[in-house]
């Protein structure tokens, strides 16, 4: 992505033209440019003749699954992929993010909540300031001296909840799936003990959020996995020192 | 027309609606009617004995199980007494005579029992067939008027917007915003009843944490508990659980929305959980007026509605939770709690999980 033009290029793949339409509007009005397909080998002509800074993409496409147009798109770019689905769908979203998407929105959803989550997208994916000390709100996290403070007092984490933590940072506002976690942090091994993950979730969560039941940083998406939300609405704008 | 009052129509029992002291005179009579036909017609004692049958049968399309038994019964003892001979005996003089009054006794008890039986069957039939009916239309008016309404809504504020005034713009996209929520909650609701019904509900057990499922479930219904207190009873050390995250969200944001709809919005929603007795639970409580005396005791099947139910929603959120909990091997249960107010609680069983690897040290 070129950081100095004004407007990012977002592509949008959805046979349904209405929704293609609506996004057209929200997505222009937000400042972004619009390209639109309405199928997912349309979408990767779309994508090989100039490459977008972010792509919406709908799971439910006439001719190629999601996953196979995610599967092919990978092969090529690492550009942040936001996935469209419907209820019900949790085995096909999981089965996207693990082959490759950033997050995902369930229809009908929101502009604001589209609009939240494509910044953060695209704020992640922008060109990191050499920087070794990470502020979420009140969380300060020092990677030089493995140093966590909430509202300016040290946290002690065990090792495993440093990675946990490390690992949300690394992938700050992705959704990430049980399977992925699990995987990174006890091996190939362990991709299905979720009970390792619920533990020490809990944990993280009972030293850095100030409310365990109602989670403002590490949120939980129902029979997907985690997020972690470096910018949470109740708390101060994130910054990267 | 409440779909309530439907199911509350479906027969009791298959009993006929005549009062049993008037049948069982009517069974009295005709016995005595044949008797006295009997001694003024000079007929052979079998023929007077079909006439018995005959009449037996007659009796049997009209009248309950026991009071067909009873003229069976009779009949056969008048009949002995009165024709079989000698007559004015219950004696039998020739051995033949005591086999044609086992036949007869075994022909008018099987007949009347079975006629009795079919006729029960029948009635039996067209009663479901006529509450099935009336079901299948209750539903279809409040489907539509459930779906047409909040498209009623769209169709007329859209128009407005395109050429109204635009200080009403806000107004009018509050009322768009109400009406889609609207269709969205009764469109899932109907997806979800249609995959319980269809049996595609294949619940993905996994290991779940109490209070992330009520953080999730609470954000997710946010909006309508807007304003509302929400007092939360978890203990920290709430221990893992199996059960299907996504389903069980849904399970409790239904009986939070539930509670947020049918009471006062200065009542609260109280929503707590433990471990006992090798379950889980996890109650969600109100302080509102409870459930009313007609539904308490069985609120779970599908289009049941109080009837005060405020408008909106066709009486399948408790329906579904109900369907979601069963299918993971769980219970629940609702009841008014002696202090006021409704109260739901969701069991699951409680299984120790492996043990977790530790760096504590």
Redesign the interface.
């Known amino acids: 992505m070129n950081p100095d033009r004004a407007k990012p290029d977002v592509l949008v793949i959805d046979d349904e033209p209405q929704i293609r339409r609506l996004l057209r509007l929200t997505l222009s009005d937000a400042g972004y440019t619009v390209r639109e397909a309405a199928t997912g080998q349309a979408g990767l002509d779309e994508i090989a003749r100039h490459s977008p800074d972010a792509i919406i993409l709908d799971l439910g496409l006439p001719d190629l699954s999601g996953v196979e147009v995610l599967k092919r798109l990978r092969e090529k770019s690492a550009m942040p992929v936001l996935i469209l689905s419907v209820l019900g769908q949790e085995d096909r979203k999981v089965a996207a993010l693990d082959a490759g998407a950033d997050d995902y929105l369930t229809k009908p959803f929101g502009d604001g909540e589209l609009l939240a989550r494509l910044r953060a997208q695209l704020r992640r994916i922008k060109p990191a300031v050499a920087t070794n000390t990470f502020c979420f709100g009140a969380l300060e996290v020092d990677l030089t001296h493995r140093r966590v403070l909430k509202a300016g007092r040290p946290v002690k984490l065990t090792a495993m909840e440093y990675a946990l933590l490390m690992l949300f940072i690394t992938h700050r506002d992705k959704a990430l799936t049980h399977r992925l976690i699990l995987r990174e942090l006890w091996g190939p091994h362990a991709e299905r003990q979720t009970h390792y993950l619920r533990t020490y979730m809990l944990r993280l969560r009972r030293k850095l959020e100030d409310d365990l039941d109602a989670p403002q940083f590490f949120q939980t998406e129902s029979g997907i996995g985690y997020r972690f939300v470096s910018a949470p609405p109740n708390s101060a704008p994130s910054s990267e020192a | 027309m409440s779909a309530a009052n439907v199911i509350s129509q479906t027969p009791a029992g298959v009993e006929p609606g005549t009062p049993p002291v008037r049948a069982l005179a009517v069974v009295v009579a005709a016995i005595a009617a044949v008797t006295l036909v009997g001694y003024v017609v000079p007929l052979g004692f079998e023929a007077i004995g079909y006439i018995y049958l005959f009449t037996v049968i007659a009796l049997s399309l009209c009248v309950g199980h026991w009071l067909a038994l009873v003229a069976a019964v009779l009949s056969v003892l008048t009949w002995d007494y009165a024709f079989v001979p000698p007559r004015l005996s219950f004696f039998i003089l020739h051995f033949d005579d005591v086999l044609v009054l086992g036949t007869y006794s075994i022909t008018a008890l099987v007949a009347s029992q079975l006629i009795v039986r079919i006729r029960a069957l029948q009635r039996e039939r067209e009663q479901l067939l006529t509450a099935s009916e009336r079901l299948h239309r209750t539903l279809l008016d409040s489907v539509s008027h459930e779906l047409k309404t909040p498209l009623a809504v769209l169709q007329s504020a859209t128009a407005k917007l395109a050429d109204g005034d635009p200080a009403r713009r806000i107004l009018l996209a509050t009322e768009i915003r109400a009406a889609?929520l609207r269709l969205?909650q009764l469109v899932?609701n109907l997806?979800d009843q249609t995959?319980l019904e269809s049996g595609a509900l294949r619940p993905?057990l996994?290991?779940?944490?109490a209070?992330?499922l009520?953080?999730?479930a609470?954000r997710s219904v946010a909006e309508a508990l807007e304003g509302r207190e929400v007092r939360?009873d978890?203990p920290?050390d709430l221990p893992?659980f199996r059960g299907?995250?996504?389903l069980l969200?849904q399970v409790l944001a239904n009986l939070m929305l539930n509670a947020a709809r049918h009471t006062p919005p200065e009542c609260f929603v109280r929503v707590a959980a433990g471990a006992a007795r090798g379950r889980i639970f996890i109650t969600v409580a109100d302080n509102g007026p409870g459930l009313p005396p007609e539904i308490v005791a069985d609120p779970f099947q599908r289009f049941r509605r109080g009837p005060d139910a405020c408008t909106g929603g066709i009486g399948l959120g408790l329906s579904i939770v109900r369907g979601f909990v069963v299918a993971q091997g769980g219970e629940v249960t609702a009841a008014n709690n002696p202090e006021g107010g409704a109260c739901f609680t969701v069991y699951l069983p409680l299984i120790s999980?492996?043990r977790?690897?530790d760096?504590?040290s």
């Open positions: 889609t969205d899932t997806l995959r993905h996994d290991w779940c944490d209070h992330d009520i953080a999730v609470r939360l978890l920290a893992l299907d995250a996504a969200e999980p492996a977790v690897p760096d504590e």
